[in-house]
């Protein structure tokens, strides 16, 4: 090629051994024996102070514990082995239950770095053949800028974000999506963004580029991901806020004890203060509070849902105004031929005749359906018109028509008024009632003529997804509403809208009116959640509180939405509402068990450190415990398992079930308010006989 700088193009980069590696999807375990023993060696890594002040519970946790600890060593020095056995195991304990924790959050973490390195190996060292002034240049990708223009063809890889400007192609995405059936990318439509890393199968591109370098697609999934850098929800930080303020009063509340016990002639040691100060404070849900909102946003990765932020993800639990697009979404999207209506006096079987031949150069979706249509009811075949004179007469956006004209028959279908025009007659009134009363159910009228006169109306209908009107219903029940969109006219679209089930609709919803939408819900004070994928959703994008882009959409679409759906799945909108309000309650659950099963806590150690001075405190050893040494151990032990045990619930997620408000509350408290009250009466009484067993073993030996 003249004025092309190197002599021959690059060879098609192909990417390295795992550059295919596919994100983890749902369902797949992330109980792995090398996930498990990554997990606890950043369990070990995160006992660093500078890690654990970030959360003010653990940290306190672990400050006890390096205090205990060095009890522990100067009672073994000293020789005090009877002091040494009861520090000891409090020590041990009050370290695994700091591991425990930051166990918790490796796990979490865990999931999203695999995804992350998922990513990172499809970031290969690529080429790009960049027009210059001189013709094209081959550069190494790194050195692309904005704006500049590269040409891609089949087998290359996409050395960057960008926009096609020419050409149509087959791109393969698996390596970001996970999905391996190609997509289309073109130019001048709402599927003309391209992402830097995947691979074009077929054909060629001309692509200008959008990203800088470390500002691409794939760049932002990666550092998002990476869970170092999650930033925390604002209820997240309310909620770490007020467990650091409950631990401070309670660490007030320990250090007073202390001239109290000197007082009442029972001193008691640094340690059982300590150990009293860990079962006052909320360690379960200290502990457990960074994994649930990791997992979090883990779990929408799972449905292939990249959250470009913590708010985000935490919004989706609070929305309750859900705008959903009619095509697509809510139906199939390509309208289908239903029913065949014709005039009085015209054959049903020569509509259906007249209506196949009048499709048969009609390529659209719809088209193909009055085609099906006829030769399923009817028993038509499509003809073979051999020695027939026939000149097709495809559908195009400026006649609304397509047709045949076939041995002197002319034969039409197409919308009611151009059709009308082209018969050049006055619709009847039977005909125009025909067309008023599709309209009304939510179809769409096409007529058909012959030789100029009107022969009876095709019904086109848009099918709703199966199953989609129960799913409305649940999040009804739930107390969200439910929001149609569409371009159709009002009658058109109260009509679909009564058939699926939506609260409301917008009707010829335009850029500007689905932007006011939003704004005026906002205003009345509701969250709202949209999905699009058009540069003409952006405006309303950028003003929801939940923003899913489509990743097929357009470059303005994405960069105005806080969600991008890698797979471009319409309905996705409701699975993420679905998982925020799975977080919330998790969060919740967890707390109110997290709060009650302190209260068993308070019973084992409150009477074991004052019995001695104050004999009528026995009264509420109301487990009957062995000793204040078994009791005091037997809670600390209690106090570490726990969380270890929730630990699945907490990555898993409370099961969520559309339902009210209050009956959230209700199960809530009966399931994790009661149950964290009597669960840990059980489990330290259980503990305490294990400890007393083995007390009784260790001395008759």
Do not use: C
């Amino acid at each position: 090629m003249p004025g092309t700088v190197t002599a021959e193009a690059p060879a098609p980069q192909t990417p390295p051994q795992g550059a295919s590696a596919r994100p983890p999807r749902a369902g797949q375990s992330m109980w792995t024996r090398d996930q498990v023993a990554q997990a606890v060696r950043v369990s070990l890594k995160k006992l660093d102070p500078r890690w654990m002040v970030r959360n003010p519970v653990m940290f306190a946790v672990e400050v006890g514990s390096v205090l205990t600890t060095g009890d522990a060593i100067r009672y073994l020095a000293e020789g005090r082995y009877s002091e040494l056995a009861f520090v000891g195991q409090i020590s041990i304990w009050l370290w695994l239950t700091v591991l425990f924790a930051n166990f918790a959050e490796a796990m979490a973490e865990g999931r999203g770095q695999a995804h992350a390195e998922a990513l990172r190996r499809t970031r290969v060292e690529t080429t790009a053949r960049r027009e210059g002034p001189s013709g094209i240049e081959v550069v190494p990708a790194t050195a692309l800028q904005r704006g500049d223009v590269v040409v891609v063809d089949a087998g290359e890889l996409i050395p960057s974000d960008g926009e096609v400007i020419e050409g149509i192609a087959s791109v393969d995405e698996s390596a970001i999506t996970g999905e391996s059936a190609p997509v289309i990318r073109e130019s001048g439509g709402d599927r003309s963004a391209v992402t830097g890393g995947t691979k074009v199968i077929s054909d060629s591109l001309r692509i200008q580029i959008t990203a800088g370098q470390g500002e691409t697609f794939l760049d932002r999934m990666i550092e998002l991901i990476e869970t170092s850098q999650r930033r925390k929800t604002p209820n997240e930080i309310a909620l770490a806020l007020l467990l650091a303020g409950l631990t401070l009063i309670f660490l007030v509340v320990v250090v007073t004890l202390a001239p109290f016990s000197a007082y009442s002639h029972s001193p008691v040691s640094v340690t059982v203060l300590i150990a009293l100060l860990v079962a006052l404070a909320p360690t379960t849900i200290g502990g457990l509070l960074s994994a649930i909102g990791i997992s979090g946003m883990n779990r929408l990765l799972e449905h292939n849902v990249l959250a470009l932020s913590g708010r985000a993800v935490e919004a989706a639990g609070d929305v309750n105004v859900i705008m959903l697009d009619k095509t697509g979404t809510l139906t199939l999207g390509n309208r289908q031929a239903t029913e065949l209506v014709p005039v009085e006096g015209v054959d049903e079987r020569h509509l259906a005749e007249v209506a196949q031949l009048s499709s048969l150069a009609d390529e659209t979706p719809e088209g193909r359906s009055i085609v099906v249509l006829a030769k399923e009811r009817y028993g038509l075949r499509e003809r073979s018109f051999g020695e027939h004179e026939a000149t097709f007469v495809p559908f195009s956006a400026q006649t609304r028509m397509s047709g045949v004209d076939l041995d002197g028959r002319e034969i039409r279908k197409g919308a009611v008024d151009s059709v009308a025009a082209w018969a050049g007659s006055e619709l009847s009134l039977e005909i125009r009632a025909k067309v008023d009363e599709i309209s009304r159910s939510g179809g769409t009228p096409l007529l058909v003529a012959e030789d100029r006169r009107v022969l009876g109306v095709i019904h086109l209908k848009d099918v709703v997804k199966e199953g989609i009107k129960e799913r409305l219903q649940s999040l009804r029940t739930a107390g969200l509403r439910t929001v149609m969109i569409t371009g159709d006219n009002p009658v058109t679209a109260a009509a679909i809208a009564h058939e699926v089930g939506v609260d409301d609709f917008l009707a010829e919803a335009t850029p500007e009116r689905k932007m006011e939408y939003v704004k005026s819900m906002k205003a009345e004070g509701f969250m709202v959640g949209m999905v699009g994928d058009g540069t003409n959703d952006a405006p309303a994008l950028a003003n929801a509180d939940v923003a899913v882009a489509m990743n097929t959409g357009t470059m303005a679409a994405r960069e105005a939405g806080n969600m991008i759906d890698l797979d471009s799945n319409p309905t996705k909108l409701i699975e993420i509402v679905e998982v925020g309000k799975q977080i919330l309650i998790t969060r919740g659950a967890l707390t109110t068990f997290s709060v009650t099963n302190d209260v068993a806590k308070y019973f084992a150690i409150i009477p074991a450190m004052f019995v001695v001075a104050f004999p009528g405190l026995a009264a509420l050893n109301v487990m009957r415990l062995t000793s204040p040494d078994t009791a005091i151990l037997s809670a600390i032990i209690f106090n570490a398992v726990i969380i270890p045990v929730l630990i699945p619930l907490a990555l898993r997620g409370v099961r969520y079930k559309a339902q009210s408000a209050l009956s959230l509350l209700r199960k809530n408290l009966l399931i994790y308010g009661l149950g964290g009250l009597l669960l840990p009466f059980a489990g330290i009484k259980l503990i305490d006989m294990l400890v007393t067993a083995l007390h009784l073993v260790s001395t008759a030996h």
